[in-house]
């Protein structure tokens, strides 16, 4: 540990000092000071923040327990003035023991192929890359300038959204885990920037909460959150997958979506799918660590 900084769970009074280093974090800004507060009351997590001696925040990591045996680490921030004195590394090892205690097997975590600073760090403390994934996002409905992306009508879908019932989880689980899409993932799958081990409970759990749905012969988790809707889950083949991304536009649209994401495992056909329909994509990678 850096001689000048001690790490220490976070507590609400540390919410501004974080706040004022992480507000320029990206070029629109950062999700930090908005999330800070809901993270210190959810269960099953630990936020850790590093302070010079005056007690006051320079740093700030966060590890969740995402599944029995399955830890997901994020939101590293260190203050631009405190940087390069090994202290986002200082933090990961000891969210990595909180993991561990807590039953942990595997930590993993996601970054931009663009970040190469951060790439470098998480290789450096013993990460590796495991999954590539792309994130396409698409504005929809009255926020896309253009129905489809080439300024003239959306086409829609062949194929029909249907939602699907639990007992699709099986068969569902099984096409995807021994298809191209899930081979691709080893098993990993995506929700709200964090991955881990798709399960058939996933997809009944689903089911119930009127997310799953059956399209054409391939299925998709569909979540909508306030104006946006997210896919991160899908199974499909290289013949269907433009009609069923279609399906899921439409789906979108009929919500009164403005926008829709879908994470994708980097599979050429269903990312050149994705870009057709007016998607923009960015690379990513999931990183994992035995604990």
Not at 238 to 259: Q, W
Request: with cysteine; aromatic share 8%; charged share 25%.
């Amino acid at each position: 540990m850096s001689a000048t900084t001690v790490i220490r769970p976070a507590g609400a009074s540390d919410g501004e000092a974080i706040a004022a280093f992480t507000q320029d974090t990206f070029a629109w800004g950062d999700y930090i000071a908005d999330s800070f507060d809901t993270w210190l009351s959810e269960p099953g997590t630990l936020m850790v923040v590093a302070v010079d001696d005056q007690d006051t925040p320079i740093a700030m990591s966060r590890a969740r327990i995402v599944s029995p045996i399955e830890a997901w680490f994020h939101a590293a921030r260190v203050h631009p003035g405190w940087r390069g004195r090994g202290i986002a590394g200082d933090m990961a090892a000891e969210l990595r023991v909180w993991a561990r205690e807590e039953g942990a097997v595997v930590g993993r975590l996601l970054i931009e192929d663009w970040n190469e600073a951060s790439v470098r760090h998480v290789e450096k403390i013993g990460f590796r890359r495991v999954v590539d994934v792309v994130r396409c996002v698409k504005p929809i409905g009255d926020a896309s300038p253009s129905p489809n992306g080439n300024g003239s009508r959306r086409v829609p879908s062949r194929l029909r959204a249907r939602p699907a019932h639990a007992a699709d989880a099986t068969p569902a689980y099984a096409s995807w885990s021994i298809g191209e899409l899930g081979r691709a993932m080893r098993g990993l799958t995506g929700s709200r920037w964090t991955y881990a081990r798709l399960t058939i409970n996933h997809l009944t759990s689903a089911a119930k909460s009127d997310s799953f749905w059956e399209i054409g012969s391939g299925w998709a988790v569909i979540d909508t959150q306030g104006d946006a809707v997210e896919v991160g889950w899908l199974e499909t083949r290289s013949e269907d997958a433009p009609d069923l991304l279609r399906a899921v536009i439409d789906l979108a649209v009929g919500r009164g979506a403005e926008s829709i994401s879908l994470w994708l495992p980097a599979v050429d056909w269903i990312v050149k799918a994705a870009k057709r329909l007016g998607f923009s994509t960015e690379p990513m990678g999931v990183y994992a660590v035995e604990l």
